[in-house]
């Protein structure tokens, strides 16, 4: 028997221990690790790698020189638990915010009431890179714009939860959350049955469902493909996965031709009309006859059958107007405008860099500052500033002083953590969790877990697999 008892986290928030001792979610387990010996608790998490090296579960790095690397996915064995307290606020908040951005999409890219009343700024709208004009007034089935969201939540110091990012274009690392969740099961199966978790493991059914109930053709079963980019881009691993759980084809662009503005996929049996693209491939890339002409990644013609309404595309086209993290800060002022709701989740304190006394602020404050690329995502395109050095600053000042609509600052937050089991020991590493949002003709469901990913770097307070981060099963207490 071992005792497994870390340092308390002195500046916020740790998920498993207070001052008073374990939290009482993690008795039980806490109990079972400690009645094994370090050298079986070395064989679990062993054996946990073995599994994710020989089932090929990777993710792709991308190098200066725009090659992929391909990684196997760190994991932690150690579970992360959420109350079913807890569960309740991040579940209805979610419900909430997605609510609100779709009602959003819907306005901006129709009627765009939002912005003649003043709430949100023309300019903010009219600058952005992933404001389409080309699908404005695009009716789309039951006005349903994300079908899928991938929410970044934070656990601040007091142990409150905050929204960092919406991801509402491709959001990635749903097959992790699965998987991650079958290798809990085998590594600690007596553990997990003793434990009153909650499922996840019909998220692909429900994802199914939902891409089904948007087929243009009322026949009993349309078709379904997954489109992904190939195999050079970082979530191929996760095209693959999520084809293969929804058995539906996954398919390249070279795959499909457009006919008389329908889209068909290419069979040995000769050309098969495509109803709904579940597409992982970004919007610039989906038709080189509208974006990118030199994209080979697309379709020609795709979305000329997109605006007939001849095929579904999922999520639709645009919704990076909605995720622009200088247009994050106007979610909750959203949620007043379209619901006459008050916010569940609070926001992150954003400061917009266009804005010249904010831009001062954090001029004065950089090294309390996390100032981000409003474009960017897998956390490239940021500076911490209390991580940077003076000439990183400095360089990080001339380029916002360049181009303030690029960039927004946030204050740095310590992140809850989580003990880890890292060379014999419970360490604690900072977390944050991305619960998956699926929404459908018949409303919103929330998959009860999410993936949750630890910055494995002591002190480092980046979680994002791209930036060398692992993850660990999230489980939600019935």
Known sequence: ????????????????????????????????????????????????????????????????????????????????????????????????????????????????????????????????????????????????????????????????????EDNLRCPSGVSYMLENREITKRVFPEMFKSNNVSMVANYPMIFHNILISLSPRAIPNPNVVLLTPGVYNSAYYEHTFLARQMGVPLVEGRDLIVNNNKVYMKTTSGLQQVDVIYRRLDDEYLDPLVFKPDSTLGVPGLISAYKLGNVALVNAVGNGVADDKAVYAYVPDMIKYYMNEEPILKNVPTYQMENKDEREHVFANMENMVIKETNQSGGYGMVMGNKATQEELDTAKIAIAANPRNFIAQPIIQLSTVPCFIDGELKLRHVDLRPYALCGPKGIEIVPGGLTRVALTEGSLVVNSSQGGGSKDTWIMK
């Not at 790095?61 to 606020?89: A, C, H, M």
């Not at 609100?100 to 009343?117: G, R, T």
């Not at 992933?130 to 039951?142: Q, S």
């Not at 714009?145 to 110091?157: E, N």
């Open 1 to 164: 028997m071992i005792k497994l008892t870390p340092e308390l986290n002195p500046k916020g928030w740790d998920e498993m221990f207070s001052k008073d001792g374990v939290r009482e979610p993690y008795r039980q387990v806490l109990q079972t690790l400690e009645s094994l010996n370090l050298a079986k608790l070395n064989q679990k998490q062993k054996q946990a790698s073995d599994i994710f090296m020989n089932q090929g579960i990777t993710f792709t790095v991308y190098s200066d020189d725009n090659e992929g690397i391909e990684r196997i996915f760190p994991f932690d064995i150690i579970p992360r638990i959420i109350t079913q307290k807890d569960w309740l606020e991040i579940e209805t908040g979610i419900a909430q915010r997605l609510k609100a951005l779709n009602l959003f999409l819907e306005d901006v890219y129709n009627d765009q009431n939002i912005i003649k009343d003043g709430i949100v700024p023309a300019a903010l709208i009219a600058s952005c890179p992933h404001y389409l004009p080309e699908v404005h007034g695009i009716k789309l089935p039951h006005n349903i714009h994300v079908h899928i969201a991938g929410i970044d939540l934070i656990r601040g110091a007091e142990g409150e939860f905050y929204v960092l």
